[in-house]
């Protein structure tokens, strides 16, 4: 006998979002399909890109995914992960560089060419085939003279070779002096060296943005700093939560320096404390390091939890997250992104 798999509205339907990239427009069509349907949902969860689906829907934002100016509908999107601004200048130096040693095979072979050129000339009769050749080995030999490119040349490409080289050790020197307190673990020197090669902060500018648009409605006003639009968010779920189209939210993340998985979650009573409890059996003070309750810990974490997804494992830099001074971390600062 089938079972029944009939939706049945007196039960409690979780929704649960998971993937990396695209993903998340794929998300906008299962939000948009179960809200044309009629589905309630109680709960919703969401890991890598599917958090920005989850926190849309949690504050009844799911038209924010799928409409003509949402998220996922703006041509925006394409240019959410770049490359970091020391590669894009290294790529030009670099092009650069190899365009300067190409130059003299470039000229070598303009002389190449001329000669069976000019020497077409002179077969159909033409009396310019001997001015070619005679002004191409001219050429040559400006272009060769030693004050010419065997000078320039080297030079050129010392410059561009120093210039790369000072923008890496610029780039490095920026990067620690960015003093984050209580650092738990600072990585190797290669990797602080080297760092990842996409830029993170267009997506989470773009998706804060696009929560902000919801949270505000009509009004226009500015997007808050990241602090202040994780309060804000969390106090207006926490606020309504279980109100129609409200449900409680989960996101989850990787905790880097911890070596655990870390969720944000806002769920209402009974649930809550279900949830906190350790239904687990291990010990309590396990279950208090990968929980961060979002109705009491710092609300500013919400947007910890967005950001934290949207960074992705090895190829952009993780975010950094300072938990509360009272938590079960004492303050510590940690690095986290998406498993």
């Known amino acids: 006998?089938?079972?029944?798999?009939?939706?049945?509205?007196?039960?409690?339907?979780a929704l649960v979002l998971t993937g990396t990239g695209t993903a998340g427009?794929?998300?906008?069509?299962?939000?948009?399909?179960l809200h044309e349907a009629g589905v309630k949902v109680d709960l919703v969860a969401g890991r890598g890109i599917g958090a920005v689906g989850a926190m849309f829907t949690a504050i009844d934002g799911g038209s924010g995914l799928w409409e003509s100016g949402g998220v996922w509908r703006n041509a925006g999107v394409g240019r959410l992960y770049r490359w970091r601004r020391i590669l894009r200048a290294t790529l030009w130096i670099a092009s650069a560089a190899v365009a300067t040693l190409v130059l003299p095979m470039v000229a070598l072979v303009g002389v190449a060419?001329?000669?069976?050129?000019?020497?077409?000339?002179?077969l159909i009769g033409l009396d310019v085939g001997t001015s070619i050749i005679a002004a191409y080995a001219r050429l040559v030999d400006t272009v060769f003279a030693p004050t010419a490119f065997p000078t320039y040349i080297p030079r050129l490409f010392l410059i561009a070779v120093v210039t790369l080289?000072?923008?890496?050790?610029?780039?490095?020197?920026?990067?620690?002096?960015?003093?984050?307190?209580?650092?738990?673990?600072?990585?190797?020197?290669?990797?602080?060296?080297?760092?990842?090669?996409l830029e993170v902060s267009a997506a989470v500018k773009w998706?804060?943005?696009?929560?902000?648009?919801?949270?505000?409605?009509?009004?226009?006003?500015?997007?808050?700093?990241?602090?202040?639009?994780?309060?804000?968010?969390?106090?207006?779920?926490?606020?309504?939560?279980?109100?129609?189209?409200?449900?409680?939210?989960?996101?989850?993340?990787?905790?880097?320096?911890?070596?655990?998985d870390i969720t944000y979650a806002l769920l209402a009573e009974p649930h809550r404390q279900a949830y906190l409890a350790d239904v687990s059996g291990s010990d309590a003070e396990g279950r208090l390091l990968e929980v961060v309750d979002l109705s009491t810990e710092p609300k500013r974490l919400a947007f910890d939890a967005?950001?934290?997804?949207?960074?992705?494992?090895?190829?952009?830099?993780p975010h950094f997250v300072s938990h509360?001074?009272?938590?079960?971390?004492?303050?510590?600062?940690?690095r986290v992104s998406d498993r």
């Not at 006998?1 to 339907?13: A, C, G, K, S, W």
């Not at 309060?231 to 129609?244: F, H, S, T």
């Not at 509360?324 to 940690?334: C, I, K, L, N, V």
């Open 25 to 33: 427009a794929y998300h906008a069509g299962v939000v948009r399909a």
């Open 207 to 260: 998706f804060s943005g696009g929560l902000w648009q919801v949270m505000s409605g009509a009004s226009r006003i500015e997007v808050p700093v990241n602090k202040d639009l994780g309060e804000r968010y969390a106090e207006l779920l926490g606020d309504n939560v279980g109100q129609p189209g409200f449900c409680e939210l989960l996101v989850v993340a990787h905790d880097i320096d911890a070596r655990r």
């Open 113 to 122: 060419s001329a000669y069976p050129v000019g020497y077409l000339f002179e």
């Open 306 to 317: 967005l950001a934290s997804s949207l960074s992705l494992p090895l190829v952009t830099e």
């Open 1 to 13: 006998v089938l079972p029944n798999r009939r939706y049945i509205p007196h039960l409690r339907t």
């Open 165 to 197: 080289l000072a923008l890496f050790l610029i780039d490095t020197f920026l990067s620690s002096v960015r003093r984050v307190p209580r650092r738990r673990v600072r990585g190797d020197l290669w990797w602080r060296l080297l760092g990842t090669p």
């Open 324 to 334: 509360a001074p009272e938590s079960a971390w004492r303050g510590e600062t940690h």
